[in-house]
Every structure is written in C-alpha cells, then in structure tokens.
C-alpha cells in the first residue's frame, strides 16, 4: 500500500502550518521518516526545491493522479533541523498545540533579528600609490583634510574599524564611499557574534571529587563508552556536589566531540553558577536568559549551530539549542514548576529533554536535593537510572533544623512574624557577625482560610486541596467546584482567630528594620530585581558581607553559596503548604529542604528554622529531618488515594471566550461529549477557572484523570475534531496542559 509524506517547502517563511502531500516512492520507504529532508517539485513550474517531512500517512487527500512523488532524499543535510521539526512533532501530538507554534518553539534559529554587523575599511592601494595620491591631494589645496586623515590612517594599518575611521579620525561616511568610489579602499562588513560572557578564561583549577562523586562519573562513562544512552536521575542531599559531577559528565562527553545543554531555572541562573561552567569550560560555553535580546540570543544560537560553542546554559528555552552533535542534557533542579511552559504548548522540559535525547542520541541528566515526585516514581519503576549522593563536600553537617509551632507563640502573646526563638537567634549571629537569610514561602500563595489557634485549613471535602478565598466572601474548589461561604469560627476548635492568610517581603522587610535596627537588611523579590543588574547587585552586596540580613522570596534559596550564612529561617512555612493546588505540600517540603541547604556551606555549622501553624504536617516534619524517601512515600500515598500524578495523569481543558455564556456552554459541551465517549472515566467539571476571568476573557476547566496517557491525548483529538466541524465553538479558544503544573 502506498504511503504519503506531509511536507512543509519553507520553513523560513512563516508558512509552518501549510503542507503538502508526495507520494513516498518505493525505492524510499526505508529512508524517508518524519524530519527527513526532501527534494521535490513545486508549483506549476516544477520548481525543484528542498522540504521536510512533518508527517506520513497511508490516506490520499487528493485523487491519487494529482500527487506527485518525492523526487529523492537531501544527501548530508543538516541533521539538526530534521531533529527539531521531529520534536516538534512529537510536541503538537503529546501536548495539544498547532504544528505552527510547537514549530516556532522549536526552530528559534529562525527567529528573525537583526544581526550585529562589523564593518572595516582596508587600503587597496600600494604604499607608493598611496604616497602620491596623499601628495597630490595637499598640491591640491582643497577642503580634503577628513580624506587625507583616513590615507594617512590606512598606510600605517591597512585595515581599520568603521567606528574608528567615523568616530575618532572624525571622517564622514561621504567620505569613505568618495574614496571607495575611487577603487583606494574597499569596505568589508562580517557579522560580529555577540558574546555575553565576554572573553571567559578557564581558572585551570581543577576540584577533586570525593568517592560518591567519583562513583556516580564511573558509572555513568561505564554506560557512555558502551553506547547506552539513557536517562539518570541524580539525587544529592544540598551541598553534596552535583554541579561538579555534571562537568565531570560534560567533559566525558565533550572528549568525543560532543555537545552538551545544561538548563537552570531562570531564578537561579546567576551569574555566581555560570561562572562556575566558565572557568571549567572557559570560551566552549554561553548563556541564554530572558533578559537578553533577541539578536543576542540569535546569536547564541548560531554560535552553537557553527560549533563555536559547545555548551549552553539557560533556562527551558535552552533545550532548543541546534548544537548537531548533542550529548548530553542536563536539567539542575529538575524539581522546578518554571520547567513548565505556561504557553502553548504547554511542554514539561523533562519530558521533552528526554525525547529530544532519543532523537539525537544523547543522554539525560535530571538533578536534585528534592527530585520530583514524578521523576523518583520513574526511577523507582526503572524507567530512569537512580544516582544518589548522599553526603555533602568535605563531610560538611546539614543545617540542625528546629520547628517553631507559632499557635504556641500566639497564646504566649506573641503575634509578630518573628518567634521568640528565632529573634534570639538573629540577635547571637548578629553578635558573632555572621549572616542571615529570612525566607517568605510565598509560592502558590491563593488566599487560603486558616485557623491560628489550631492551625487547620478550609479543605475541599471532595478533592483535599485548600479552597480558595474569592473577594465575594466564598471559598470554591478549583477541581470539582465546591462552593461554601467564609466560616466566622473555626470548625475544629471554634476558635474566632480564623481568616485569609496572605503576606508580603515588603512588610516583612519592615518588622525586621524595627526589630533589629543595627543589622544592614537586604530584599530581594520581583519588585526589588525588576531593574537589569539589581539582582546580581543585591547578591554581590550580600556575598561581600556588606549586609546582616537577606529578606526575600524563593528566589534567594536557589543555587546560592554564602560561607557566613549560619542562619535561615521560613518565616511561614504554611502558605504554599496550604496552596490551591494538589502539589502543595511537595512545594513546601523542596523550597524548606532548599531554604535549609543555603545554611552551612562553609566551616561554620548551619541552623534553620521553620515556623509554621501545623508543626506536625509530614511535609514540614521530613523537611526538617530532610528525610525525603518518608516524605515521597507518604505523599505517593496521597496521590494514589486521589488519582493525581504520577499515580495517573491528569489533563486540563481550558476553554475561554469573550462571552461568559459561550464560555459556559461550550465547556458543558466538550464535558459531555467525553463523558460520552468514555462512560468510565474520570471527568470532573467544568467549573469555572481558579482565575475565572482575566483580561475581559471568560474561562472554564475541565479535569480528566487516568492512568493511560494515550486516552487523554485521545480526549484531546476528539476536542480538537469537534472544534474543526462544529460552528457554534468558534466563539472559544481551547488550550491543553497535561500533568499541569499549576492549579486553574
């Protein structure tokens, strides 16, 4: 039976949704695949120009004469860019977007941006040529000063920078061209590539790995040389030394003539963790942040596609990186939300690394101190490799951690943030001139209702997750919908002292000032590091000791490495405990076991302190032990009893509408059209959104949960079918998340 190839002609031009079918010759069944390069012809004229492949089927759309064969495969063609049109394949059917924006997230190499050009003016003519001309213009007496300055330049050095000649021998660009004109001189232009590590130098320090480090890179260049190519998780407590077992790994990988990606989360992609793979690394390596702009980033990645770089580091978007060559992927903090895209198409960086590994044949690296449940639950289940690290560098202690029940602090009368136990301690490391940082566990923060006297949370009674305040005075669930008003007593203990609870740095930053007027105080959340450099101002400033305090959100205990810091504190523990969201205990026990890790790195032992209105939630209880294997049991213990991943998977329908009633309706449509579908499964919804509405735009959610990940991508084709033939949808727009990492 025949077989037909989709392809896209021009993948430059922004026609990435618009393809057209070949048949597949017999002669290339074996060869052509999806992301293979391939001649064909093309219009009227018979045009014969290159394509790739986004999809073979064995249906015709046109009638069979109509179709026009492939006229063969592209010889060496660039194998990098069959590999992303491959992924972002994979991506369109795995999360549910167009082909058109997994394409665009994909190829950034396409992105157009205006490239940074240098430009030089070099003398063509000889040195006596150029004598006499310079003779002849002084005979001459004219207004030629400007052009002689230039001459006279160019017979000292025959090639000179344009921004030389124009700004400091002040000669006008008229000039130039009268004497270009004149067949004296010729202009060059080259693209000059941005680099935004400027002229990185290695240290030539070279750190020697302990035996579980060593033991760790053994294995892993065991597999390497024998051609395995897999996935490994590696788990090391905080401060054991994954950053240094990754270079040992990048550079196993690198002496075969290899490439390699290394993604951080975007919060913690400071300049103190580059500069750690640069003077490892020194000139193979550039970065990408969200700060740079696009002919920067432009740049990055045509260094990477030349092979004037071999690694890259940066956030998620880094994954895309055309290196042709790639080795290996390495995702730091693997456990991070920010992995996550919150745009279609809503890919998890994980998942895709690994596929985009398969792809290339390259390897996976997921690190971190507090892997994610679905990471652990697949390394238990032997799909991913398990490393462990167990210890920190030079047998360093982890940070003693205390517990400070704050319903005790309340009825000894104190109602400050700050517990008696912690401002005794602030007061002695202030004393000893050693440094703190102050934690607010902002994340998830969604206004949730708590008891202080007893420290229980309004819960959903049917999905176990924290309902939601609404400024209308009622809490709702944003799974099934439960909907109750804002008791006035707490229904544990009939205490009054029940409410929203919410928080801010800012004031925090405050109460400290007042408490403790002596200390230098830093903040450091979205507002104090919205200008470009002041995160890295404040970091510095901290690291130099010219401040006691850091105050500041998630973004301070990610990656940072302070020898003073003796003392961290989580000033309230509860709120992304109590988030309206299932994952909310599994944030609490990462950003607690992270906070903790920033305590103790050098030769002075650390101290945390957890204050929080539910002292004996098992998350705060193993965070404190950094007992994560007690925590993972029981939280899987959770996730199984409710279905929620990685026990199975869950994907959310998301449908939005300028009208609330289109919304409404459209949502109930597409719930029942699946109820009808699958009797059997587990549909919640629709209910309206945890944002109901946002910028004037209406939205629903539905819930759908199983076990079998190939049933909701079939709930997602039987969506996307319905909204192609149905008319009465045009009036939505419908997005995808699977495994969301957010509640909606």
């Known amino acids: 039976?025949?077989?037909?190839?989709?392809?896209?002609?021009?993948?430059?031009?922004?026609?990435?949704?618009?393809?057209?079918?070949?048949?597949?010759?017999?002669?290339?069944?074996?060869?052509?695949?999806?992301?293979?390069?391939?001649?064909?012809?093309?219009?009227?004229?018979?045009?014969?120009?290159?394509?790739?492949?986004?999809?073979?089927?064995?249906?015709?759309?046109?009638?069979?004469?109509?179709?026009?064969?492939?006229?063969?495969?592209?010889?060496?063609?660039?194998?990098?860019?069959?590999?992303?049109?491959?992924?972002?394949?994979?991506?369109?059917?795995?999360?549910?977007?167009?082909?058109?924006?997994?394409?665009?997230?994909?190829?950034?190499?396409?992105?157009?941006a205006a490239s940074r050009e240098k430009k030089s003016l070099r003398l063509l003519l000889s040195l006596e040529e150029a004598k006499a001309e310079l003779l002849a213009m002084r005979a001459r007496k004219r207004h030629s000063a400007a052009k002689e300055r230039l001459l006279e330049a160019l017979m000292k050095d025959e090639s000179l920078p344009w921004e030389l000649v124009t700004e400091e021998l002040s000669v006008p660009s008229a000039n130039i061209r009268d004497l270009e004109k004149k067949g004296w001189l010729a202009v060059e232009s080259s693209r000059s590539m941005r680099n935004p590590l400027e002229t990185p130098q290695k240290s030539g320090k070279r750190i020697q790995l302990n035996e579980q480090q060593k033991r760790v890179c053994e294995s892993f260049a065991a597999d390497w040389d024998l051609g395995r190519r897999g996935t490994y998780l590696l788990y090391g407590v905080t401060g054991s030394g994954k950053t240094e077992v990754y270079m040992k790994m990048i550079a196993q990988v690198l002496s075969q003539g290899r490439q390699a990606i290394v993604l951080i989360p975007e919060i913690a992609l400071t300049y103190q963790t580059v500069m750690r793979f640069v003077s490892r690394f020194g000139g193979q390596v550039s970065i990408l942040n969200s700060r740079m702009s696009a002919g920067e980033r432009s740049d990055q990645f045509e260094r990477a596609r030349t092979g004037e770089i071999q690694i890259m580091v940066g956030p998620r978007s880094a994954l895309f990186t055309p290196f042709p060559k790639l080795g290996?992927?390495?995702?730091?903090?693997?456990?991070?939300?920010?992995?996550?895209?919150?745009?279609?198409?809503?890919?998890?960086?994980?998942?895709?690394?690994?596929?985009?590994?398969?792809?290339?044949?390259?390897?996976?690296?997921?690190?971190?101190?507090?892997p994610s449940i679905e990471a652990f639950f697949r390394a238990k289940k032997g799909e991913y490799s398990l490393l462990c690290l167990s210890s920190r560098v030079e047998n360093r202690a982890l940070p003693d951690c205390q517990i400070v029940d704050l319903r005790e602090e309340l009825k000894a009368g104190n109602r400050s943030v700050i517990s008696r136990r912690l401002g005794q301690l602030i007061t002695d490391r202030l004393k000893?001139?050693?440094?703190?940082?102050?934690?607010?566990?902002?994340?998830?923060?969604?206004?949730?209702?708590?008891?202080?006297?007893?420290?229980?949370?309004?819960?959903?009674?049917?999905?176990?997750?924290?309902?939601?305040?609404?400024?209308?005075?009622?809490?709702?669930?944003?799974?099934?919908?439960?909907?109750?008003?804002?008791?006035?007593?707490?229904?544990?203990?009939?205490?009054?002292?029940?409410?929203?609870?919410?928080?801010?740095?800012?004031?925090?930053?405050?109460?400290?000032?007042?408490?403790?007027?002596?200390?230098?105080?830093?903040?450091?959340?979205?507002?104090?590091t919205r200008m470009k450099g002041e995160h890295k101002r404040i970091l510095e400033t901290f690291a130099n000791q010219e401040a006691d305090i850091l105050i500041g959100t998630q973004m301070i205990v990610k990656g940072h490495d302070f020898p003073n810091v003796t003392l961290v504190a989580a000033l309230a523990a509860d709120l992304s405990l109590n988030s309206s969201d299932f994952r909310?205990?599994?944030?609490?026990?990462?950003?607690?076991?992270?906070?903790?890790?920033?305590?103790?790195?050098?030769?002075?032992?650390?101290?945390?302190?957890?204050?929080?209105?539910?002292?004996?939630?098992?998350?705060?209880?193993?965070?404190?032990?950094?007992?994560?294997?007690?925590?993972?049991?029981?939280?899987?213990?959770?996730?199984?009893?409710?279905?929620?991943?990685?026990?199975?998977?869950?994907?959310?329908?998301?449908?939005?509408?300028?009208?609330?009633?289109?919304?409404?309706?459209?949502?109930?449509l597409l719930a029942d059209l699946l109820r009808r579908a699958r009797p059997g499964g587990r549909i919640d919804g629709p209910v309206r959104a945890r944002i109901a509405r946002l910028a004037d735009v209406y939205r629903q959610a539905i819930y759908i949960r199983d076990e079998n990940y190939d049933l909701l991508i079939e709930d997602k084709n039987r969506i996307q079918d319905r909204l192609l033939k149905d008319k009465s949808l045009r009036a939505v727009n419908v997005w995808f998340d699977f495994d969301p990492m957010n509640a909606f």
Request: proline share 4%.
């Open 1 to 112: 039976m025949a077989r037909y190839a989709d392809v896209i002609i021009d993948i430059s031009r922004g026609q990435l949704d618009k393809s057209f079918q070949y048949r597949i010759p017999a002669e290339l069944e074996e060869t052509v695949q999806i992301g293979s390069q391939v001649r064909v012809s093309f219009g009227s004229a018979r045009r014969k120009i290159t394509g790739y492949v986004i999809g073979i089927s064995k249906q015709p759309k046109l009638e069979e004469s109509k179709i026009r064969p492939l006229d063969g495969t592209v010889r060496d063609s660039i194998a990098i860019e069959s590999q992303l049109i491959a992924l972002a394949v994979w991506m369109k059917d795995h999360y549910g977007s167009t082909l058109n924006q997994a394409l665009k997230t994909v190829l950034p190499i396409k992105v157009k």
């Open 328 to 370: 290996l992927i390495v995702i730091d903090e693997e456990h991070e939300n920010s992995y996550k895209s919150e745009t279609v198409p809503k890919y998890h960086a994980r998942e895709t690394a690994i596929e985009r590994a398969r792809l290339a044949k390259a390897s996976v690296i997921l690190g971190s101190a507090t």
């Open 432 to 528: 000893k001139r050693e440094q703190i940082m102050l934690f607010v566990n902002r994340r998830g923060l969604a206004g949730f209702v708590s008891c202080r006297s007893c420290g229980s949370v309004i819960k959903c009674p049917h999905c176990e997750v924290a309902m939601t305040l609404h400024k209308n005075g009622r809490m709702s669930c944003h799974y099934c919908g439960y909907s109750m008003p804002v008791p006035t007593v707490c229904p544990v203990c009939g205490s009054r002292f029940i409410g929203g609870m919410r928080a801010g740095t800012e004031k925090f930053e405050e109460i400290i000032r007042q408490a403790f007027p002596g200390a230098g105080v830093l903040r450091m959340d979205a507002d104090t």
């Open 584 to 668: 909310g205990a599994e944030r609490t026990f990462q950003l607690l076991c992270q906070a903790a890790g920033r305590a103790g790195r050098g030769d002075k032992p650390g101290q945390m302190v957890i204050q929080t209105y539910q002292p004996e939630h098992f998350a705060i209880v193993d965070a404190a032990r950094q007992d994560y294997v007690s925590f993972y049991e029981q939280e899987m213990a959770y996730r199984s009893l409710m279905s929620y991943p990685p026990a199975a998977h869950m994907l959310v329908v998301q449908v939005m509408s300028d009208l609330e009633q289109a919304a409404e309706s459209a949502a109930a």
